[in-house]
Each structure stands twice: as structure tokens, then as C-alpha cells.
């Protein structure tokens, strides 16, 4: 008989450990009393003492108070201290009431983007931006006046005050979490847009959006006790709060108790759901919003006048891109941070894409992976995947694609899973989605995957959640999650930019075996260019948006002839690297996308640029080796004074003394560079040729 399987969504424990802790402070124990007082009287109170609240006294019309009428009574000789009591179970339900149909309301309106997007996502971000710039409870007047009178009307008045409110927060916080890898892998495995808002989204906003309703529900219970005091409210012969006061405020000047005392249990009421949200929110450790950053109207991108690929053979590639382009509006004007890239992956075969950070690396793996939300655009002559066109047609027929034949691996494994579901789940999630699995069955898939990847014990690790589970762990999920249906392609990007190097190691063996046991093929996306020499068979390197070289890896290391892959390949040290000498690093910053005017984007820091390079963008050229390169001299030698060596920390044994002595210089070719000095061995060996600047020290 199987196992009983764990609830998917169950919270992390912990939680009530920290609510109890919140309890034993003072502002827990005291939101705790006042609570629990409001919450009894408004139980008991109408249970037993209704008929005495109700009970008329002629002989004591508008009394005092005394021992027989503890506040006295009003203009019909009845209790009012029983009618306060009383009041106390319609006017807390008519706040909660009013409180949840304003949480309803915001979360349709903050969802929205999530659900429809296009313009009816704008017009809705549009309307509540407007609303929200309203005080609430002139809204509440004006809904109520529309409504009219009655408890009913100033409920659903109250609640279409505060739903803009609630709309923002929500907004804000949904789209924080649209930005998380896990949300990403969840479309990218085909994950419904209502499924992925109940399974991925709505959790991990749902503590945030209680504790502020808990807050808001003090605010709307003033707001109801303000309209019956107004008369638009709850009507005779039912009363509540506001009613009471209104009620007393004809003989204050005689009898002011009358009317303070429902306002005095107005304020305590409200103060018990104010201080339970406070409370809450110190035991769920969160912490204040931010305040949003105004949109501006953004100019959007024409068409970019992509250059042509190439013509090399791509039979029975996997995956094929020509002129591939991604542009984004800005006030200043639109930027194209992957401006006209063309290459194709073979099947089974592995292609590494190398560059500095900024060069448009990720944003050509979230292009084919069809994740640039609007108002990016993606534009190419030819994107297909698995021998069809993903850009335009079906987009549920690309979702059923994309999320059986691609597996995505993000570069931090922590903010690829939900943190608030057990990793089992989310691996099964993908079978059970596409492949019909049942709970059963997707839950045992997960568990052989788990296995597959070389998580120990995965049977129990499978019920634990990603905070239990180590960095080499998690992204081995992540890897186990790709490859829980029949992946023809893997994206990996940096999946070891977080790792030790023992785990980074792991991580590149298991990828491989991987790729030899299930044919599958493989981007990788880095920026060392060590890893992709490891497991690569052909390399992509690309330049602020541009590929401007692909070779084969075996001609990485003495073969490449664009000055930056070289000077890339010269950034990494090895065995043989004399410690004695400088590291080398380019001069320079990667040039921005949004500064690139004409001319070759390597030119101001390359040391072979000549005016030709400044004013004439190369294009891509076979050079008839299985090469391409975008340059105007490739393969040239550097001269020797090219660039000025930069002395940079490096490791000595213990007890030697060297002038650069006492740290340690890393190697990373890439996202700002690394090394300053020719590496032994490589194909700069003997010139003092730079590579990346400001490399990790």
C-alpha cells in the first residue's frame, strides 16, 4: 500500500513557533485579550441580553446612569449599555463583511495583469491608479449615496472604497513574485495562467494580504459606525455603533454618555483588529512596502534592421535562430539589448554562449523560452523549437511544447522553486500538468527523478521544502525538474555561478551524463569560459547584443580570432599561470546597449581598432573552418604595447615574499572580467594582451 502523501501547499513549520512567540509580547498579548473580549461579546451578547437591550421603560425615558442602568437609557427608555453589547456582533460582522468584499474586489483587480495582460491589464493598472487617489471614505459616501440607505448598500459601499486599496498591494506584490525563476520554470512547463496564480502566486503573497486586511478591517469598522452616524448606514429598528451614536447625539450636551459609549467600543474594537495585524506581522517577520515607482509613458521600438545570419547548414538542429531581436521602451527612447543574432543547436549536441554581463546572454535564453513580457518585444526571421515556429501562432499549443520538450535551469536555485511547496510536488507538477499523471503517479516520478539526479534518499527528501535542501541540491532539482518529461533541450543559464567548485562540478558532470543517457540537447549559458570549454562541443561568444564569433571548442585555445574571445581565453589562468606576473584585464566597460551608436560595440576597448571599426559594424563571415567571425581583423596579432598591464593581488605559498602578495586573484572570464597578464600556454602566451577589467579579487 503506498505511502500517504503529504498536502502540496502545507506551510512550512515554524509558523506557529512563531506565533506563540508573538503572543508573549506585550502587543500580542494585548491584541490577543482585546480580540478575544470583541469576539465573545459579540457571540454571547445578542444570545443574552437581547431581550433586555430591547426592553422599553417608560418610566425611565433618557435616565442617567445608575445601578440599575449602568450608561442609562435612551429617548424609548431602553438599556444602553445591553445595546452597546448588543451592537457589538452586527457591527463587527458588517466590518468583516465590508473587509472581505474589498479583499475579493482587489484581488480580481491586482490579478489581473496575471490573468488577461494586454490592454485590459493596463486599463485595469490605469483605473486603480486612479482610484487610489481618492481618500476611501469619500468614496464610501459616494457609493453609498448611489446605493442609498441600509446596511446592505453601505456594506457593498464600503467594500468598493477600499477594493483600490487592496488592488495596489496586491499588484505590488504579484509582481515581485512574477519575477522569481520559479514562476518563470512554472510557465515554461506550460502551467495555466490561473493555476500558476493559485498554486504559485497567491501563496506567497496570502501572509502580507491577511495581515493588511486584518489592519484594514479596524479602519473599515470606523468607516461603517461614520455612515450609520451619518444616517446612510444600518437603519432602525436594527442598530449598531454608528446607529447608537447617532442616536445619542440629540441630548450630548445632557447625556453624553450615551453617544460616548458606543464610540469608546468603536475604538476598542478597532484598536483589537489593529493591533492583531501588527502582532501578525512581527510574527510573520514582514517587512513595510515600498513605495511604487511612477510609470512614465515609454516610447515604443520600431522594428530593428537586424543583420543576416548566416547560411551554414542546420539540419536537424533542435533549436534555430536567425536575426533574433529583443527591444525595450524607455523615455529615452527604445534600447535593443540582443540585436540580431542568428545560431542553431543540433540535436544532442552542446552549445555554449559566453560574454560579459550586459551582453544579452539571458535575455536570448528567456526569448526562445517565449518569457519577455510586454512591453519588451521579440522579434526574428526564424525561431523554431523542435521543428516548429514559436514565434506568434497558438500560444497554448507553444505552452504544451515548450513545457514537455524544454527544461530551463535558473542560475540561483533558491529562487527557482516555491518556497512554499515540497519539492516532490513541484517536480510532479509538470507530469501531471501535460502528461495526465495522477497524484499518485506524478508524485512517484518525482521521487525516481530525485533519484535520477543523485539527491540521496529521495523517497524523504522528495517531502522536504527548498530551504531544507543545500545549493548543489537545489539546482540538481531544478536539473530533475527539466528532465521530468522527455526534454529535447536543455537552457541552462550560469547554473554554477552560485556553486563551490566541487558542486559546480557535480552539477556540469550530471548535466552531461545526462545528455548521453537521453539524447538531449544543451544551451549553456555563462560567463567562463573554462565551464563551457568542459562541456561544450561548439561556443558561441556575444558582445553588448551581437554574436561575434562561433567557433568549435577545440578551437577555443589557440584557434579563436575575434580579439575578444582571445582576450576572454587569456583571462583564465591555469596550472602553469606564473604567479610572479600581473594578471591582464580590457580597458574599459562593456558598452551599454543603450550607447551604441555605429561602428563595432568592441572597439573602444579593443586594441586593434581603427576608424573602420568606429564607423562600420562588421558582419558575420564563414571563414570555410566551421567558424564565423564579426571583425574587421580577425586573427591579427596584437601589437606589444597594446594595453598597459594592471598589477591585481594574487595567491603565494605561505612564507614567500612577492610585490602583489597577500590576496587572492579569481579568474572569471566574463561578468566584469578577470585576469590582467597573458596566460601561459594560451594564445597571447609572451604579450601583455588584456582581458576582462576589475576581474574577481
Not at 435 to 464: F, N, T, Y
Not at 651 to 665: D, L, T
Request: glycine share 12%; net charge neutral; charged share 15%.
Amino acid at each position: 500500500m503506498p505511502a500517504r502523501l503529504p498536502r502540496p501547499g502545507r506551510p512550512a513549520g515554524g509558523r506557529s513557533r512563531r506565533v506563540l512567540h508573538a503572543l508573549r509580547t506585550p502587543i500580542g498579548a494585548t491584541a490577543a485579550a482585546m480580540m478575544a473580549l470583541v469576539a465573545l461579546t459579540a457571540i454571547v451578547a445578542p444570545i443574552l441580553w437581547t431581550d433586555r437591550a430591547n426592553a422599553h421603560e417608560t418610566a425611565s425615558i433618557l435616565a442617567g446612569p445608575s445601578a440599575e442602568h449602568w450608561i442609562g437609557t435612551d429617548a424609548a427608555g431602553r438599556d444602553l449599555f445591553f445595546r452597546v453589547l448588543v451592537a457589538t456582533r452586527l457591527s463587527v460582522l458588517l466590518a468583516l463583511g465590508s473587509t472581505g468584499i474589498a479583499v475579493g474586489i482587489g484581488l480580481l483587480l491586482g490579478t489581473a495583469p496575471v490573468l488577461v495582460g494586454g490592454w485590459v491589464s493596463r486599463a485595469v493598472t490605469w483605473f486603480v491608479g486612479i482610484a487610489v487617489a481618492f481618500p476611501g471614505f469619500l468614496l464610501a459616501l459616494f457609493f453609498a449615496v448611489i446605493f442609498g440607505a441600509g446596511q446592505t448598500a453601505a456594506a457593498f459601499a464600503i467594500g468598493l472604497a477600499g477594493a483600490p486599496t487592496f488592488a495596489r498591494l496586491c499588484q505590488t506584490l504579484t509582481g515581485g513574485i512574477m519575477n522569481r525563476d520559479y514562476v518563470a520554470a512554472a510557465r515554461i512547463g506550460g502551467v495555466s495562467k490561473l493555476r500558476l496564480l493559485t498554486r504559485h502566486i497567491l501563496p506567497n503573497i496570502a501572509e502580507p494580504l491577511i495581515v493588511n486586511a486584518t489592519i484594514g478591517a479596524g479602519g473599515v469598522l470606523l468607516s461603517f459606525a461614520g455612515l450609520s452616524f451619518l444616517g446612510l448606514g444600518v437603519s432602525a429598528p436594527a442598530y449598531d455603533w454608528g446607529r447608537l451614536m447617532y442616536e445619542g447625539l440629540s441630548g450630548i450636551y445632557i447625556h453624553p454618555v450615551a453617544a460616548l459609549a458606543p464610540g469608546l467600543a468603536v475604538m476598542i474594537a478597532g484598536m483589537a483588529f489593529n493591533l492583531v495585524g501588527e502582532s501578525a506581522a512581527r510574527a510573520l517577520g514582514l517587512a513595510a512596502l515600498g513605495e511604487l515607482v511612477p510609470t512614465h509613458r515609454l516610447r515604443r521600438p520600431a522594428p530593428l534592421a537586424a543583420p543576416m545570419g548566416s547560411d551554414e547548414p542546420d539540419d536537424g538542429a533542435v533549436l534555430r535562430v536567425r536575426d533574433l531581436t529583443v527591444a525595450f521602451p524607455t523615455p529615452a527612447g527604445p534600447i535593443h539589448p540582443v540585436r540580431g543574432i542568428s545560431f542553431a543547436v543540433p540535436a544532442g549536441g552542446a552549445v555554449g554562449l559566453v560574454g560579459e554581463s550586459g551582453s544579452g546572454k539571458s535575455l536570448t535564453a528567456l526569448a526562445v523560452a517565449q518569457l519577455i513580457e510586454a512591453p519588451g518585444e521579440v522579434g526574428a526571421s526564424e525561431l523554431t523549437f523542435a521543428g516548429e515556429a514559436i514565434l506568434g501562432g497558438d500560444p497554448r499549443a507553444h505552452r504544451h511544447l515548450l513545457g514537455t520538450s524544454l527544461a530551463m535551469v535558473f542560475q540561483d536555485p533558491m529562487t527557482s522553486l516555491n518556497p512554499t511547496m515540497r519539492i516532490g510536488w513541484q517536480l510532479a507538477e509538470v507530469v501531471r500538468e501535460h502528461g495526465g499523471a495522477s497524484r499518485q503517479e506524478g508524485w512517484e516520478r518525482a521521487v525516481e527523478r530525485l533519484s535520477a539526479v543523485r539527491i540521496a534518499d529521495a523517497p524523504r527528501r522528495a517531502h522536504a521544502y527548498p530551504h531544507e535542501f543545500s545549493g548543489g541540491m537545489r539546482q540538481r532539482a531544478m536539473i530533475g525538474m527539466g528532465v521530468m518529461g522527455s526534454p529535447r533541450l536543455i537552457i541552462a543559464d550560469e547554473p554554477t555561478t552560485a556553486l563551490d567548485v566541487t558542486v559546480q562540478e557535480q552539477v556540469l558532470d550530471l548535466l552531461g551524463s545526462i545528455r548521453a543517457a537521453d539524447g538531449v540537447a544543451l544551451l549553456l549559458i555563462s560567463h567562463d569560459v573554462s565551464v563551457v570549454a568542459t562541456v561544450c562541443d561548439r561556443v558561441l561568444v556575444m558582445y553588448a547584443g551581437r554574436i561575434v564569433e562561433e567557433l568549435a571548442v577545440d578551437r577555443l585555445y589557440g584557434g579563436a580570432r575575434h580579439p575578444y574571445t582571445r582576450l576572454l581565453v587569456a583571462a583564465v589562468p591555469d596550472m602553469d599561470t606564473d604567479l610572479a606576473t600581473p594578471l591582464p584585464t580590457i580597458p574599459g566597460r562593456p558598452a551599454p546597449v543603450s550607447a551604441i551608436a555605429q561602428g563595432c560595440a568592441f572597439a573602444a576597448r579593443c586594441p586593434l581598432a581603427d576608424a573602420v571599426c568606429r564607423e562600420t559594424d562588421p558582419e558575420m563571415v564563414d571563414d570555410g573552418r566551421g567558424s564565423r567571425v564579426a571583425c574587421w581583423h580577425a586573427g591579427e596579432p596584437f601589437p606589444d604595447d597594446a594595453v598597459p598591464t594592471v598589477a591585481v593581488p594574487v595567491a603565494v605559498p605561505q612564507g614567500e615574499s612577492r610585490g602583489n602578495a597577500g590576496g587572492f586573484a579569481a579568474a572569471d572570464a566574463g561578468a566584469a572580467g578577470a585576469a590582467d597578464c597573458p596566460v601561459a600556454g594560451s594564445p597571447l602566451a609572451g604579450s601583455p594582451t588584456p582581458t576582462p577589467e576589475g576581474g574577481s579579487a
